[in-house]
């Protein structure tokens, strides 16, 4: 309870001190690999690149036309190497302290198969028939 209540003191001083709105997040940061991370800030980084990564895919699959399963593995490794890849060799973090490459390599991995699916289909359904 005291936790609670000191944070919320915390935000209301930031708010205070930027004159009334929150202290916006820096854009820097997610190519420093000297940040600082914790592990709900580095998750939502994760889960909201794949987010992209799936809507991009999802949108350029269903254009050209891409029709079969190879495309949907395709997505999944195209997915998975760019998350890997961002906090593995750009932010150089120490996988153990977020729970193991499991655990980051599954950030919003089904939130993200799920727009990439429906983008796709609405895509494909919308501009090819």
Known sequence: MKEAKANGQYQQTLQHQNG????????????????????????????????????????LWGAVPLVGGIWFVLFLALSTGIIYGYYAMILKVDEEE????????QEGLFASTTLFLLAWVLVYSLGHF
């Open 98 to 105: 977020f729970g193991g490459h499991g655990a980051l390599l």
């Open 20 to 59: 009334g709105h929150l202290s916006p997040f820096k854009f820097a940061k997610l190519l420093d690999p000297e940040a600082s991370w914790d592990k709900d800030q580095l998750g939502d980084v994760l889960h909201w690149i794949r987010q992209g990564v799936a809507l991009v895919c999802g949108l």
